[in-house]
């Protein structure tokens, strides 16, 4: 077997991947108390599923992210999978050993059923109307396509923020179908700072005059200006001060301040061009649900704020990872996590990756931190060939 | 953490304190070769404890959960007496404050076994004596780039022991991995204890 470091250097891309797409018919009953009768998922896969059906591992996507997790399309040849560092032949997660899946979630909009679908009761898109879908929700309807893929356990299950909440999600809920969970940039609930910065996004869209209730489709338009903010909040969130102050500084785009509200520092010059990269793909709606998620999710909360009970069911080995300068999600609130783990006596490696790039630290390509993925990754092949049962 | 290799003598020594079964930390675990060794001997489960990058990545490859963690801060996330032994070994001498780490090895664990370079042992005394400050197998760096920033001889070790209220129950003291018995200050190299609460 080649080390994780030989794998590394010969590392290269799954290629030209097709989405497909599975249709579910049982009513899915959600969280919120509402069901969703009939839906569909989209999903990539890469590598081979094995005779046993026991290499698999499912990739959870964060808030803007979706199935594409890696390749590209012969069509679109630089729509790079959001993970493509991470997830190929000889990478990291290696598609030569592992099936690998990435489905966009429900509610999503990339081609899951979500509110910009039709509602088959009234022929006209969800809109508004469209469930609050929860992590929980998530995650049921992923077992779900892993039904539909032959797939009866996960070798893992991985993600990065709020993909690595799904994945704890996973372990607690389908303890028995997750063997590993690779826990990366997590926390086990969303601090109030946390939902503040949501809650200002969410404010953003719900006032944007084009947001209509969310029935925006109906009038042709998209709220187009509360999705950018949004998303602007969101970046300053996702980068360290010291990161911006690297990449940015007080750097002047003309040279010179022009006393006036047009673009005059790079920062600013960034955060609206992704704002407006943003808003010209992303789902008002869909972007609502998603921040509501990441609110709702509290494992512990059903068990008075006791974490290690809420993981008492989880039967995986654990692979959780922190970076130092992230903010949202800081290395403390991993701790917590590996805490509870410990208490209970789980298997769990636990890194401190010191990376200066904060919270989006998880989706870059660093070292020491693929090196330990691999080596992780390793292990987990190792255990599978071996065929030792948890 | 930044200890010399220790040779399969010291690893034996460790394990027969250590019980079948047991569930140990093993502190500055370094590549998880000790952790690895008593998984072998003694079917231990437990965590080792690394601040060092490349020894977290080589825990990994190893197989051994490994927590990253300054010692230094104590050891928060584990909880009181949820270990059966709790080892660290070679890494003492490197420590700022070691006493309040051996104040943390006897919250979390009910047992401890700490390793150390004798100070005291004869080579090193005879090394200062001619006016150098030792080096050697056990001690194996030089004065400027050492780790190991309180050194401690074994009168030490006992006299901090007495003073803590830490009951030392077993002693074994080993120069090249042979057990020294007569005279442990002065001929010993490589002191191990196990200690519990007093």
Same mark, same amino acid.
């Given at each position: 077997?080649?080390?994780?470091?030989?794998?590394?250097?010969?590392?290269?891309?799954?290629?030209?991947?097709?989405?497909?797409?599975?249709?579910?018919?049982?009513?899915?009953?959600?969280?919120?108390?509402?069901?969703?009768?009939?839906? $569909?998922?989209?999903?990539e896969?890469y590598?081979?599923?094995?005779a046993?059906g026991?290499?698999?591992?499912?990739?959870?996507?964060?808030?803007?992210?979706?199935?594409?997790?890696?390749?590209?399309?012969?069509?679109?040849?630089?729509?790079i999978?959001?993970?493509?560092?991470?997830?190929?032949?000889?990478?990291?997660?290696?598609?030569?050993?592992?099936?690998?899946?990435?489905?966009?979630?429900?509610?999503?909009?990339?081609?899951?059923?979500g509110?910009?679908?039709?509602?088959p009761q009234?022929?006209?898109?969800?809109?508004?109307?469209?469930?609050?879908v929860?992590?929980?929700?998530w995650?049921?309807?992923?077992?779900?396509?892993?039904?539909?893929?032959?797939?009866?356990?996960?070798?893992?299950?991985?993600?990065?923020?709020?993909?690595?909440?799904?994945?704890?999600?996973?372990?607690?809920?389908?303890?028995?179908?997750t063997?590993?969970?690779?826990?990366?940039?997590?926390?086990?609930?969303?601090?109030?700072?946390?939902?503040?910065?949501?809650?200002?996004?969410?404010?953003?869209?719900?006032?944007?005059?084009?947001?209509?209730?969310?029935?925006?489709?109906?009038?042709?338009?998209?709220?187009?200006?509360?999705?950018?903010?949004?998303?602007?909040v969101?970046?300053?969130?996702?980068?360290?001060?010291? $990161?911006?102050?690297?990449?940015?500084?007080?750097q002047?785009?003309?040279?010179?301040?022009?006393?006036?509200?047009?673009?005059?520092f790079?920062?600013?010059?960034?955060?609206?061009?992704?704002?407006?990269?943003?808003?010209?793909?992303?789902?008002?709606?869909?972007?609502?649900?998603?921040t509501?998620?990441?609110?709702?999710?509290?494992?512990?909360?059903?068990?008075?704020?006791?974490?290690?009970?809420a993981?008492?069911?989880?039967?995986?080995g654990?692979?959780?990872?922190?970076?130092?300068?992230?903010?949202?999600?800081?290395?403390?609130?991993?701790? $917590?996590?590996?805490?509870?783990?410990?208490?209970?006596r789980r298997?769990?490696t636990?890194?401190?990756?010191?990376?200066p790039?904060?919270?989006?630290?998880?989706?870059?390509?660093?070292?020491?931190?693929?090196?330990?993925?691999?080596?992780?990754?390793?292990?987990?092949?190792? $255990?599978?060939?071996?065929?030792?049962?948890? | 953490?930044?200890?010399?290799?220790?040779?399969?003598?010291?690893?034996?020594?460790?394990?027969? #304190?250590?019980?079948?079964?047991?569930?140990?930390?093993?502190?500055?675990?370094?590549?998880?070769?000790?952790?690895?060794?008593?998984k072998?001997?003694?079917a231990?489960?437990?965590?080792?404890v690394?601040?060092d990058?490349?020894?977290?990545?080589?825990?990994?490859?190893?197989?051994?959960?490994?927590?990253?963690?300054?010692?230094?801060?104590?050891?928060?996330?584990?909880?009181?007496?949820?270990?059966?032994?709790?080892?660290?070994?070679?890494?003492?001498?490197?420590?700022?404050?070691?006493?309040?780490?051996i104040?943390?090895?006897?919250?979390?664990?009910?047992?401890?076994?700490v390793?150390f370079?004798?100070?005291?042992? #004869?080579?090193?005394?005879?090394?200062?004596?001619?006016?150098h400050m030792?080096?050697?197998?056990?001690?194996?760096?030089? #004065?400027?780039?050492?780790?190991?920033?309180?050194?401690?001889?074994?009168?030490d070790?006992?006299?901090?022991?007495?003073?803590?209220?830490?009951?030392?129950?077993?002693?074994?003291?080993?120069?090249?991995?042979?057990?020294v018995?007569?005279?442990?200050?002065?001929?010993?190299?490589?002191?191990?204890?196990?200690?519990?609460?007093?």
């Open positions: 077997m080649d080390s994780s470091e030989q794998i590394l250097n010969k590392a290269g891309s799954v290629g030209a991947v097709v989405p497909q797409r599975a249709h579910f018919a049982e009513p899915l009953a959600l969280k919120c108390g509402r069901s969703i009768a009939d839906y $569909e998922l989209v999903y896969t590598g081979t599923l094995n046993a026991s290499n698999a591992v499912l990739v959870c996507h964060a808030l803007n992210a979706s199935h594409h997790v890696a390749g590209t399309y012969a069509d679109d040849p630089n729509n999978g959001w993970w493509d560092n991470m997830i190929g032949p000889g990478k990291p997660l290696d598609t030569n050993r592992f099936f690998v899946v990435g489905v966009n979630n429900l509610g999503g909009c990339h081609g899951s059923t509110p910009q679908s039709i509602n009234t022929g006209k898109p969800w809109g508004g109307d469209f469930p609050v929860t992590v929980d929700d995650v049921n309807a992923q077992a779900r396509l892993a039904d539909h893929l032959g797939i009866r356990q996960f070798a893992a299950v991985m993600g990065g923020s709020l993909g690595a909440i799904q994945c704890l999600q996973w372990t607690i809920a389908w303890p028995e179908r063997r590993h969970a690779l826990v990366i940039a997590c926390t086990p609930n969303l601090s109030a700072q946390n939902i503040a910065f949501n809650e200002i996004a969410r404010q953003a869209i719900l006032t944007d005059p084009d947001f209509h209730g969310g029935d925006f489709y109906a009038h042709n338009v998209m709220p187009r200006r509360g999705l950018r903010v949004a998303r602007m969101g970046h300053v969130t996702y980068l360290s001060d010291d $990161e911006m102050a690297n990449k940015f500084g007080r002047l785009k003309h040279g010179q301040v022009n006393y006036g509200f047009d673009t005059e790079e920062i600013e010059s960034y955060l609206r061009y992704q704002g407006d990269k943003f808003a010209g793909y992303f789902d008002a709606n869909t972007y609502l649900r998603i509501k998620a990441l609110d709702y999710f509290d494992p512990a909360f059903a068990h008075g704020g006791d974490l290690a009970k993981l008492a069911p989880a039967r995986a654990f692979l959780v990872v922190s970076f130092t300068t992230d903010w949202r999600f800081a290395p403390e609130r991993s701790r $917590e996590i590996v805490h509870a783990l410990l208490k209970n298997d769990v636990y890194a401190e990756i010191d990376a790039h904060g919270h989006d630290a998880f989706l870059l390509d660093d070292a020491r931190y693929h090196k330990l993925v691999a080596a992780y990754f390793d292990r987990v092949f190792a $255990e599978m060939q071996a065929g030792d049962a948890r | 953490m930044n200890g010399i290799s220790i040779d399969r003598a010291d690893f034996a020594a460790i394990a027969q #304190w250590v019980k079948p079964n047991a569930h140990v930390l093993d502190l500055g675990c370094g590549d998880g070769a000790l952790f690895n060794y008593l072998r001997e003694r231990i489960t437990g965590y080792g690394e601040i990058d490349n020894n977290v990545l080589a825990c990994a490859r190893n197989g051994v959960n490994v927590i990253q963690r300054n010692l230094e801060r104590g050891l928060r996330e584990f909880d009181d007496q949820s270990f059966d032994c709790v080892i660290l070994s070679q890494t003492l001498q490197a420590m700022r404050h070691g006493d309040s780490l104040d943390e090895m006897l919250r979390v664990g009910r047992e401890g076994i390793t370079p004798n100070f005291g042992y #004869w080579r090193n005394r005879l090394q200062v004596l001619r006016g030792p080096v050697s197998d056990n001690l194996p760096y030089q #004065w400027f780039d050492t780790p190991n920033i309180h050194l401690c001889t074994i009168s070790f006992e006299r901090f022991c007495a003073a803590r209220n830490i009951r030392v129950l077993e002693r074994k003291v080993l120069t090249d991995g042979v057990l018995s007569a005279l442990p200050n002065l001929l010993g190299a490589l002191a191990i204890y196990h200690f519990g609460a007093g």
